[in-house]
């Protein structure tokens, strides 16, 4: 990702897209997300994203692509996969990239073949020597400096398990959950 370029995240309200939101926006980048639920569309833009977009609402594509000067966004980051990924897919820019991060509809976005080029997977990602150690400790000291800041949506207590996890299925989560002792 390069400085000014436009990224669209999705989930925007998980606890991997508010990480992401919160680094590309560090990087420079004019961050877009998307969620469900004016809950975590607040706390999109709170972590910086310029523009957020509900995907429960059927002009949420249009509205992205006008955010994006109609052009599409330059990277667009899915961690949603089913339809949500495939229409976050076709807002990829000419040239751009989309990297789907995970699947938890219960399918990833498979491409059109129009689309099989610019789509990678964050499996297709290869680092050097060394560079997994270098990004975990740069991420260490962004949160260490209060830069970086993982989203605690709710906790509930041990005995709450069930519930939890139940929020987290339908999807009322917003960021990571926490089981208390």
């Known amino acids: 990702m390069r400085p000014g370029e436009r990224v669209l995240v999705t989930p925007a309200g998980g606890g991997v897209g508010s990480l992401l939101i919160q680094l590309l926006h ?65 807002l990829t820019a000419p040239g751009g990239r989309f990297i789907g991060y995970g699947g938890p509809s219960g399918e990833f976005v498979r491409p059109e073949p129009g689309h099989a080029a610019r789509m990678r997977s964050l499996f297709d990602l290869e680092l050097a ?36 996890h139940t929020a987290i299925e339908a999807r009322a989560a917003l960021g990571k959950t926490l089981l208390l002792p």
Do not use: M, N
Request: proline share 2%.
């Open 26 to 90: 560090a990087r420079g980048a004019w961050v877009a997300g998307a969620a469900r639920g004016d809950r975590k569309l607040k706390s999109t833009r709170a972590l910086g994203a310029r523009a957020a977009f509900d995907y429960g609402h059927e002009d949420w594509t249009e509205r992205a692509l006008a955010s994006a000067d109609g052009r599409g966004f330059d990277v667009v980051l899915d961690g949603v996969g089913g339809d949500i990924g495939r229409v976050s897919l076709a």
């Open 129 to 164: 020597a060394g560079d997994e150690r270098r990004l975990i400790e740069a991420a260490l000291r962004q949160a260490a400096a209060g830069r970086l800041r993982p989203v605690i949506g709710q906790t509930y207590p041990l005995e709450q398990a069930a519930d939890a």
